[in-house]
């Protein structure tokens, strides 16, 4: 469904005498198929809405190819826009129109007539919890009413792959959760390809088939979440034991099974260890033989944090 190849984008920056030039995308490799769900992961300034609005085609890439619905961005823009939607990270409402007006305004200039615009625009109205806000005017909608209209807008033509870029940020907990089984029926129930960008790490985790991590305009990382959680060096064990004497012991006893990270403050211990399950058996079996006296133990599987602290020396959420 998308097929990018090279595809970069470098921006002028004019300076006061001096060009600088801002790589916001390296020349990236991207290949999405028919029906699934992608999520695009990366911190502030990475180049993921660069990248959207290359492939949507509301921005020219300086070098590389992308076909997108078997449509060639560069030479093909008018198909390309026919096939999918687009939500933008800013948003597109106006103010002034009336919701229900521009999103039957917006159906109709995909080409759906305005019956089918005005019975899909209120059927997306219900699911997207925006009932009775027909007749009102996003500027005397909340943020995330407004969020949600925007996303309305980008469904409401049931376009087959649809672009959104950041769509739960600014939604409180229950409509983003609302949101995401939204777009897992919209796959499920209408067959349709997502591409979103998010900076949630659990959104990603919860939603996506697969992870495309992009860095400093470059991807760094392409995966299921499951096989990206599996790169990082095991799960994380962390006992606490009594005192610091029974930790330095403890310690020696984690360090035999450790594979990384092997920690100890205080009371506590910690370590990365691979297939944590298989271990933690015979690691209690040892402490208790030594007489170590465990106040407690925890195994955390690693998440797409730990993946892309590894990946990239910072934490998503330091940039969030
Ligand atoms: N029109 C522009 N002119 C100059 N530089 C730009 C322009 N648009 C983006 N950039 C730069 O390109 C880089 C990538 O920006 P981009 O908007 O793609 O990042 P992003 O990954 O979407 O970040 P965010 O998470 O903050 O939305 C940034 O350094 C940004 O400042
Ligand atoms: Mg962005």
Redesign the pocket.
């Known amino acids: 469904m998308i097929h990018a190849r090279g595809l970069a984008?470098t921006?002028?920056?004019r300076g006061r005498g001096r060009k600088d030039e801002?790589k916001?995308?390296a020349g990236v490799d991207i290949d999405v198929e028919t029906g699934e769900i992608v999520g695009f992961l990366?911190?502030?300034?990475?180049?993921?809405?660069?990248?959207?609005?290359m492939l949507t085609t509301l921005l020219k890439p300086t070098a590389g190819t992308a076909t997108v619905a078997g449509f060639d961005v560069a030479t093909q823009s008018k198909e390309v826009r026919k096939s999918i939607g687009y939500v933008s990270?800013s948003g597109s409402t106006s103010p002034e129109a009336r919701a229900g007006e521009e999103i039957m305004d917006h159906g109709m200039l995909y080409g759906i007539s305005r019956r089918q615009a005005e019975s899909r625009g209120r059927e997306l109205f219900g699911q997207l919890d925006l009932e009775g806000l027909w007749e009102r005017k996003p500027q005397a909608m909340s943020g995330g009413q407004r969020r949600r209209l925007d996303i309305a807008m980008g469904l409401v033509h049931d376009p087959q792959l649809v672009f959104l870029?950041?769509p739960t940020t600014g939604l409180d907990p229950q409509a983003r959760a609302n949101l995401w089984t939204h777009i897992s029926e919209l796959r499920d129930t209408r067959g349709a390809t997502v591409f979103l960008?998010t900076?949630y790490l659990d959104e990603a985790d919860a939603l996506c088939d697969r992870i495309l991590v992009?860095d400093h305009?470059s991807i760094v990382a392409s995966d299921t979440p499951d096989a990206l959680k599996r790169q990082v060096a095991g799960d994380l064990v962390e006992l606490v034991v009594a005192d610091a004497a029974q930790a330095a012991a403890a310690a020696e006893l984690l360090g035999r099974v450790a594979d990384a990270e092997l920690a100890a403050e205080g009371a506590t211990v910690s370590a990365r260890v691979r297939g944590a399950g298989h271990e933690i058996a015979g690691l209690i079996r040892g402490l208790d033989a030594a007489g170590i006296a465990l106040e407690s133990i925890e195994v955390r599987r690693p998440t797409l944090d730990d993946v892309f602290l590894d990946l990239t020396g910072r934490s998503l959420r330091e940039?969030a």
């Not at 300034?45 to 609005?53: P, V």
């Open positions: 984008r921006f002028e920056g801002v916001a995308v990366g911190p502030n300034g990475a180049g993921k809405t660069t990248t959207l609005r990270q870029d950041e960008t900076h992009i305009g940039d």
